[in-house]
Nanobody, 127 residues
């Protein structure tokens, strides 16, 4: 069974940076597409970023494009977050998908495309 454990959340001032990490265990990392979502208070879960199995293809949500970068290394997926804004405040969730995204990375936006989820890590950006 796949397990995902996130870390790296915290409190940061607007304009600052944070790097989130998510470790996948229980299965072979290279078999999975990896992604990040977030949920702000009172809002739906929102797609943030995704990366293909090879790491060669990435996709980003409109609100974070140009500020956030997703990457992978040694069974870990990272989310580098720069130029943070108060509206980036949310619980950030790591996700893994075995097959659905092989039909197209555009499916990454849909929460139902993902097979496994982490518990989440809180990111708070103060103004």
């Amino acid at each position: 069974q796949v397990q995902l454990v996130e870390s790296g959340g915290g409190l940061v001032q607007a304009g600052g940076s944070l790097r989130l990490s998510c470790v996948l265990s229980g299965r072979t990392f290279s078999n999975y597409y990896m992604g990040w979502f977030r949920r702000a208070p009172g809002k739906e879960r929102e797609f943030v970023a995704a990366i293909s199995r090879s790491g060669g293809t990435t996709s980003y949500g409109t609100s974070v494009k140009g500020r956030f970068t997703i990457s992978t290394d040694n069974a870990t997926v990272y989310l580098q977050m720069n130029s943070l804004k108060p509206e980036d405040t949310a619980v950030y969730y790591c996700a893994a998908d075995r097959n659905t995204l092989s039909r197209g990375m555009s499916r990454a936006y849909n929460v139902d495309s993902w097979d496994y989820w982490g518990q989440g890590t809180q990111v708070t950006v103060s103004s």
